[in-house]
């Protein structure tokens, strides 16, 4: 899917961004096929595996241990779903996360393969912070990877 939205030329530049990158095979795939890539994982004995892995592989693939969520944002539980909880100031951030310098209005492409019950709250993230542009490329599940674009 990276390779066939790139080969289309869909997207706008360069920047990709792995919402709870895990091992950090799709961070890391993106840096092979010419991504500036990152990925955000909360999880320390994760990032640092995905880490080994862009080493393993010269890749400059950056990782990052923090909450995909930027600050101000949650996702609780809720009837059937779960909700997107909103910052209560809507005040611009310096940057999405403390560690980084950029913004996540300047990501070209997020990934993310949310649990189920998150689904409909990650596409309201992305909804809510990515730039006008911006892809998500979401995988729901076997045969269901879905491409949306903020507009």
Not at 49 to 60: E, G, P, T
């Given at each position: 899917a990276l390779h066939k939205l790139r080969e289309d030329s869909l997207i706008e530049g360069d920047f990709f961004c792995e919402w709870g990158s895990g091992l950090g095979a799709a961070a890391c795939l993106a840096t092979l096929i010419g991504f500036d890539s990152?990925?955000?994982e909360i999880q320390p004995a994760l990032v640092a595996?995905?880490?080994?892995?862009?080493?393993?592989?010269?890749?400059?693939t950056h990782f990052i241990e923090n909450s995909f969520l930027p600050p101000g944002y949650e996702?609780?539980?809720?009837?059937?779903?779960n909700?997107?909880?909103?910052?209560?100031s809507r005040k611009t951030l310096p940057s999405?996360?403390?560690?980084?310098?950029?913004?996540?209005?300047e990501v070209d492409l997020f990934y993310v393969y949310p649990w189920p019950e998150e689904q409909e709250a990650t596409l309201e993230l992305?909804?809510?912070?990515?730039?006008?542009?911006?892809?998500?490329?979401?995988y729901f599940g076997e045969k269901d990877v879905c491409v949306y674009r903020k507009e």
């Open positions: 990152i990925g955000i595996r995905a880490k080994q892995l862009a080493r393993d592989h010269a890749l400059s996702i609780l539980p809720a009837q059937g779903a909700e997107l909880i909103r910052p209560t999405a996360y403390p560690e980084v310098d950029w913004t996540l209005e992305f909804d809510e912070v990515a730039g006008d542009g911006a892809l998500l490329l979401a």
